[in-house]
């Protein structure tokens, strides 16, 4: 394949089949060819996420959030990533930007519930249920 978009394509293919390990790798292509094309690193994070794989899905999400700000899921999807990981503090400050972009989004009351178990000591887990 000679062009970024060819490897998006086909990544994009890879993931209908089920193929999440060699999507992801040609999505990683395709955005060294394409660097700040919307949706990409948010793309790869999802399924890095379904991988089981949340601190290169917190990269790549983090990578997305200066292209896409207002993606409120973004921050939702990062902040999860950030918990599965550990990292209650990132989790919060990403959860917490969800609710500032979507304070009554389909998922607001989900993350506020998310953010009251990290405060109370909660954190881990959260990647395995990652949507």
Do not use: C, W
């Amino acid at each position: 394949m000679s062009y970024p978009v060819d490897h998006a394509n086909y990544g994009y293919i890879l993931s209908k089949r089920g193929d999440l390990d060699a999507a992801v790798e040609e999505l990683a292509a395709a955005e060294t060819g394409l660097p700040g094309y919307p949706g990409l690193n948010y793309d790869m994070g999802r399924m890095l996420m379904l991988l089981q794989r949340p601190s290169e899905a917190l990269a790549r999400f983090e990578r997305e959030m200066p292209i896409s700000p207002g993606n409120a899921e973004l921050f939702r999807r990062a902040g999860l990533a950030a918990q599965g990981m550990g990292d209650g503090n990132r989790a919060l400050r990403y959860l917490e930007r969800h609710l500032v972009l979507a304070p009554d989004g389909p998922r607001s009351k989900e993350v506020r519930k998310t953010l009251e178990s990290i405060r109370g000591g909660e954190v881990g887990h959260a990647y395995g249920g990652a949507r």
